[in-house]
């Protein structure tokens, strides 16, 4: 699957990628304040853009099909 193409998935597949990333973000976001070092920050805050991206990606496509 395309990373961008969200189509294929069915409704209840996509809230269920929408539920895991944002408890990764969650994860993530706790992981960086329990972390010191400029590297461990960078690698974190990226992790943290890309499953942002990710979720922002798969919640539009569940909002476009609630449009239809």
């Known amino acids: ?3 961008n193409d969200y189509s ?3 409704l209840p597949e996509l809230n269920d990628r929408i539920a895991i990333l ?3 973000i969650r994860q993530l976001t706790e992981q ?3 972390s010191s070092g400029a590297a461990s920050e ?3 805050a ?3 853009a ?3 991206d990710e979720l922002d990606a798969l919640i539009k ?3 476009s099909r609630a449009r239809k």
Do not use: H, K, V
């Open 22 to 24: 944002r408890d990764n």
């Open 50 to 52: 890309q499953q942002q």
């Open 46 to 48: 990226e992790r943290i």
């Open 61 to 63: 496509e569940r909002d």
């Open 8 to 10: 294929i998935l069915s």
């Open 1 to 3: 699957m395309n990373m």
């Open 32 to 34: 960086a304040t329990g």
């Open 42 to 44: 960078e690698r974190t």
